[in-house]
C-alpha cells in the first residue's frame, strides 16, 4: 500500500474505533489529545492514574485558557474518551507516547515510566497501526523500545506498521503559541513511516517538518534543550561577571536584546526546572559517556545549573549576616515555588532546595504562591502557602517566582529581599542574585 493511502487509513480508519490514542495524559499528553480531538479526530486519552482522570474529569487540570475551553468542549463529546485501560490500545489507528522521562538523583535517565508504556504500545499492536514516541529520550529509544520488540513480534516496521518519533513542543504556562501553530519535527524508523506520522501530524499542526530518521528527530529535541540549559547557564554566568563589575546584568541584556540578529536574549535566575532543561541534556551526556565522548560545555553548563540553588542559599546567608542574623532561627519567606510563572509545576524546581537548604540550616520558613498550595520542607514535612506574605513578619523575602497576578508591592516595605529574579525595581532593600 503506498504511504498515502495509509496515512489516510492511520486517521480516519473504520475498522478502529479510535483515530488517535494518547498514551499519558500529564502537561503534554492532554494538551496533544485535546488538540487532535479539536481537529474532528477520534481520541482515546490513557493513563495509568485513576487520579490523573478524576483531576481531568472534574476539569481542575493545569491547562491553559485555551485549553480548559477544549476540555470542557471535550469532555461533552462522545469522540473523546478516557480511561486506564491499555488493551484499548489495538483499537486505535494510532498511538502517540506522551509520558515522562526524568532522571534519577545520579543524573541517569530514569527510563522506566518510558519502557512501560512502549511495552503496553507492542503488546497490543495490530497491523496497520502508526505508533508515535513524543517523550524526550536518548537517541535510538524508538528504535531500541518500539522497532526492535515490534519486528520480534511479526510487526514490521513500514510494512506492518509505522513506528516514528516526534518530539513534543509544548511551553508549559504559556500561551503566545497556539498547539497548531508551532511547527513539529518528525522521522520515521523508514521513509514510509515518517510520512504516515506527517500525514497525521498535519491534521493538528500547520507545519510539519519531515527528518530523514527517528534518530535525527530524537536529538533536535536533546538539541533544542540543550541549547537552551547552556544559554541560562551563560546568562547566570553574566550576572555573576556583571555583579563583579558594579552594573545590571539586565541593563546588559536589555541593551544587548536590540540587536535584531546573532543574539537571542537568555535571563538570569536562581536555577531551572520542570520536565525539560534540567533533564533532557543528562540523557544526552549519558549516553555520550557510554561511548566514552566528552562533551565539556554541556557538562559545565549543567553542574552550573546544579550548583545556582546553592548560591541563592549562599547569598541569603550574606544578607542576614549584613543584618547581623544568622540563618539559624531567621525568619525567610519565598514568594513564588513553581519552576516558572503562571504554572503549578513543582518539579525539579530550585525553591524546594532552597527551602530545604534553609530549614537544613535552622532557619524558619514560610512560602506563598497562588499556584502552588503545599510545598515539601526537605524534611518529611509538607508547607502550605501563605494567603497574605505581607503579613508574615520575614528577616529575609526571596522572590523565587514571579507569577503574572503576584502582588510585590508590598515588598517595599520588607526589611530585606533577595531578587533572584532580576526584574525588580531596585532599592536599598533589594539586593540581586
Same mark, same amino acid.
Given at each position: 500500500?503506498?504511504?498515502?493511502?495509509?496515512?489516510?487509513?492511520?486517521?480516519?480508519?473504520?475498522?478502529?474505533?479510535?483515530?488517535?490514542?494518547?498514551?499519558?495524559?500529564?502537561?503534554?499528553?492532554?494538551?496533544?489529545?485535546?488538540?487532535?480531538?479539536?481537529?474532528?479526530?477520534?481520541?482515546?486519552?490513557?493513563?495509568?492514574?485513576?487520579?490523573?482522570?478524576?483531576?481531568?474529569?472534574?476539569?481542575?487540570?493545569?491547562?491553559?485558557?485555551?485549553?480548559?475551553?477544549?476540555?470542557?468542549?471535550?469532555?461533552?463529546?462522545?469522540?473523546?474518551?478516557?480511561?486506564?485501560?491499555?488493551?484499548?490500545?489495538?483499537?486505535?489507528?494510532?498511538?502517540?507516547?506522551?509520558?515522562?522521562?526524568?532522571?534519577?538523583?545520579?543524573?541517569?535517565?530514569?527510563?522506566?515510566?518510558?519502557?512501560?508504556?512502549?511495552?503496553?504500545?507492542?503488546?497490543?499492536?495490530?497491523?496497520?497501526?502508526?505508533?508515535?514516541?513524543?517523550?524526550?529520550?536518548?537517541?535510538?529509544?524508538?528504535?531500541?523500545?518500539?522497532?526492535?520488540?515490534?519486528?520480534?513480534?511479526?510487526?514490521?516496521?513500514?510494512?506492518?506498521?509505522?513506528?516514528?518519533?516526534?518530539?513534543?513542543?509544548?511551553?508549559?504556562?504559556?500561551?503566545?503559541?497556539?498547539?497548531?501553530?508551532?511547527?513539529?519535527?518528525?522521522?520515521?524508523?523508514?521513509?514510509?513511516?515518517?510520512?504516515?506520522?506527517?500525514?497525521?501530524?498535519?491534521?493538528?499542526?500547520?507545519?510539519?517538518?519531515?527528518?530523514?530518521?527517528?534518530?535525527?528527530?530524537?536529538?533536535?529535541?536533546?538539541?533544542?534543550?540543550?541549547?537552551?540549559?547552556?544559554?541560562?547557564?551563560?546568562?547566570?554566568?553574566?550576572?555573576?561577571?556583571?555583579?563583579?563589575?558594579?552594573?545590571?546584568?539586565?541593563?546588559?541584556?536589555?541593551?544587548?536584546?536590540?540587536?535584531?540578529?546573532?543574539?537571542?536574549?537568555?535571563?538570569?535566575?536562581?536555577?531551572?526546572?520542570?520536565?525539560?532543561?534540567?533533564?533532557?541534556?543528562?540523557?544526552?551526556?549519558?549516553?555520550?559517556?557510554?561511548?566514552?565522548?566528552?562533551?565539556?560545555?554541556?557538562?559545565?553548563?549543567?553542574?552550573?545549573?546544579?550548583?545556582?540553588?546553592?548560591?541563592?542559599?549562599?547569598?541569603?546567608?550574606?544578607?542576614?549576616?549584613?543584618?547581623?542574623?544568622?540563618?539559624?532561627?531567621?525568619?525567610?519567606?519565598?514568594?513564588?515555588?513553581?519552576?516558572?510563572? *503562571?504554572? /503549578?509545576? !513543582? #518539579?525539579?524546581? %530550585? +525553591?524546594?532546595?532552597?527551602?530545604?537548604?534553609?530549614?537544613?540550616? =535552622?532557619?524558619? $520558613?514560610?512560602?506563598?504562591?497562588?499556584?502552588?498550595?503545599?510545598?515539601?520542607?526537605?524534611?518529611?514535612?509538607?508547607?502550605?502557602?501563605?494567603?497574605?506574605?505581607?503579613?508574615?513578619?520575614?528577616?529575609?523575602?526571596?522572590?523565587?517566582?514571579?507569577?503574572?497576578?503576584? *502582588?510585590? /508591592?508590598? !515588598? #517595599?516595605?520588607? %526589611? +530585606?529581599?533577595?531578587?533572584?529574579?532580576?526584574?525588580?525595581?531596585? =532599592?536599598?532593600? $533589594?539586593?540581586?542574585?
Amino acid at each position: 500500500m503506498e504511504p498515502e493511502a495509509v496515512a489516510d487509513d492511520a486517521a480516519q480508519d473504520l475498522t478502529f474505533t479510535f483515530d488517535v490514542a494518547i498514551v499519558g495524559l500529564g502537561y503534554v499528553g492532554l494538551p496533544t489529545a485535546l488538540a487532535i480531538n479539536a481537529s474532528g479526530r477520534r481520541v482515546l486519552g490513557l493513563d495509568v492514574s485513576e487520579n490523573r482522570l478524576a483531576v481531568i474529569r472534574s476539569r481542575q487540570a493545569d491547562l491553559l485558557d485555551s485549553d480548559k475551553a477544549r476540555l470542557g468542549n471535550a469532555l461533552e463529546d462522545p469522540t473523546f474518551m478516557i480511561s486506564t485501560d491499555l488493551s484499548l490500545l489495538a483499537r486505535a489507528a494510532a498511538v502517540v507516547v506522551c509520558v515522562p522521562t526524568p532522571v534519577d538523583p545520579y543524573l541517569v535517565p530514569d527510563l522506566g515510566i518510558l519502557r512501560a508504556a512502549c511495552a503496553s504500545v507492542v503488546e497490543f499492536a495490530v497491523p496497520g497501526q502508526l505508533l508515535m514516541l513524543t517523550s524526550t529520550t536518548y537517541v535510538g529509544s524508538t528504535r531500541d523500545l518500539l522497532a526492535v520488540p515490534l519486528a520480534a513480534k511479526g510487526l514490521i516496521p513500514g510494512t506492518d506498521v509505522f513506528v516514528a518519533f516526534s518530539p513534543e513542543r509544548i511551553n508549559p504556562g504559556v500561551d503566545a503559541f497556539s498547539h497548531e501553530d508551532v511547527p513539529r519535527v518528525v522521522g520515521g524508523v523508514t521513509p514510509a513511516c515518517g510520512e504516515v506520522a506527517s500525514a497525521l501530524l498535519q491534521a493538528s499542526t500547520k507545519l510539519v517538518h519531515v527528518v530523514p530518521s527517528a534518530d535525527v528527530a530524537e536529538m533536535t529535541k536533546l538539541v533544542e534543550n540543550t541549547f537552551r540549559a547552556v544559554n541560562i547557564a551563560l546568562a547566570n554566568e553574566f550576572a555573576d561577571i556583571c555583579h563583579e563589575l558594579g552594573m545590571e546584568v539586565m541593563d546588559v541584556i536589555d541593551a544587548a536584546s536590540t540587536k535584531p540578529y546573532g543574539f537571542m536574549p537568555f535571563t538570569p535566575g536562581p536555577g531551572v526546572g520542570g520536565h525539560c532543561i534540567p533533564c533532557d541534556p543528562h540523557y544526552l551526556l549519558w549516553q555520550l559517556r557510554k561511548a566514552r565522548v566528552t562533551a565539556p560545555v554541556i557538562e559545565h553548563a549543567m553542574a552550573g545549573i546544579a550548583g545556582r540553588p546553592h548560591q541563592v542559599v549562599e547569598k541569603a546567608r550574606r544578607i542576614l549576616s549584613d543584618r547581623n542574623h544568622g540563618i539559624s532561627g531567621a525568619r525567610v519567606l519565598v514568594l513564588g515555588v513553581a519552576y516558572k510563572p *503562571d504554572v /503549578e509545576d !513543582l #518539579r525539579e524546581s %530550585p +525553591a524546594l532546595e532552597i527551602i530545604a537548604a534553609m530549614v537544613a540550616h =535552622g532557619a524558619v $520558613v514560610a512560602y506563598h504562591d497562588p499556584w502552588c498550595p503545599t510545598a515539601p520542607d526537605g524534611q518529611g514535612s509538607a508547607l502550605e502557602s501563605l494567603d497574605d506574605p505581607s503579613g508574615w513578619d520575614a528577616d529575609l523575602v526571596i522572590l523565587h517566582t514571579r507569577h503574572s497576578a503576584m *502582588d510585590i /508591592e508590598w !515588598l #517595599r516595605d520588607a %526589611p +530585606a529581599v533577595l531578587d533572584t529574579t532580576y526584574r525588580l525595581p531596585a =532599592g536599598t532593600n $533589594v539586593t540581586r542574585l
